[in-house]
């Protein structure tokens, strides 16, 4: 890290780079089968280290094959459980931890992605953001719904971050809005935004 670096407070990192057709948010639980050769062996390699791989929405291309041009906001993770019982294949749940930007990137001979990003520092609290009541209230009942376990815990209904986030993650949304949702860095904005599609939606 250079020294301009550390005088803005933007600390870098090198991160693989996982492009997937989903958004990851922060706090999200990701399952995922790994069969292709480039991400099982990156997937050993965090576990070992115990280091964070990048996912990131693609913006062009596919999952398989030829490495896939990534939106260049992304969320870390970290494995969490990894199964290797089904042969070629890894199944690893990992964590949504938080959130990036590649500012550069180049791709291995095996065809992985890794890329220079810069973290994008966490949300302040914002526990008087307008509609936060309603849209933990519908969150509450959603969870239960789906099955809390398909949650980490702690639960943060008094946290829009956490609020907003989880929304974005199951609500039926396009993907292009859930990148954008993820890349909004302004807690009560992205609350509102859902909360108004709620409303819409006439779910609250």
């Known amino acids: ?106 791709v291995t001979k095996q065809g992985l992605i890794v890329a220079e990003v810069e973290d994008i520092g966490a949300e302040k609290p914002s526990p008087d953001a307008p509609g936060l009541a309603e849209c933990a209230g519908f969150l509450g009942k959603a969870i239960t719904g789906i099955g809390e376990d398909r949650f980490k815990a702690p639960f943060a209904f008094d946290d829009a971050s956490w609020v907003g986030f989880r929304l974005a993650e199951i609500l039926p949304l396009k993907m292009d809005v859930k990148q954008k949702l993820l890349e909004l860095t302004d807690a009560s904005m992205r609350l509102a935004v859902l909360h108004k599609f709620l409303k819409q939606q006439e779910l609250i």
Not at 6 to 35: H, K, N, Q, S
Request: some cysteine; overall charge neutral; proline content about 8%.
């Open 1 to 106: 890290m250079g020294l301009l670096d550390r005088i803005a407070g933007r600390p870098r990192r090198e991160l693989p780079i996982f492009p997937l057709g989903t958004v990851l948010f922060p706090g999200a639980m990701l399952p995922l089968r790994i069969f292709e050769v480039r991400y099982m062996d990156m997937a050993r390699a965090c576990l070992r280290q115990a280091t964070p791989f990048g996912v990131c929405l693609i913006r062009e291309g596919q999952e398989v094959g030829a490495p896939a041009v990534p939106e260049p906001v992304g969320c870390a993770a970290l494995i969490g459980d990894c199964d290797a019982a089904e042969l070629g294949i890894l199944k690893v749940r990992a964590e949504g931890q938080g959130r990036f930007r590649i500012l550069g990137s180049e």
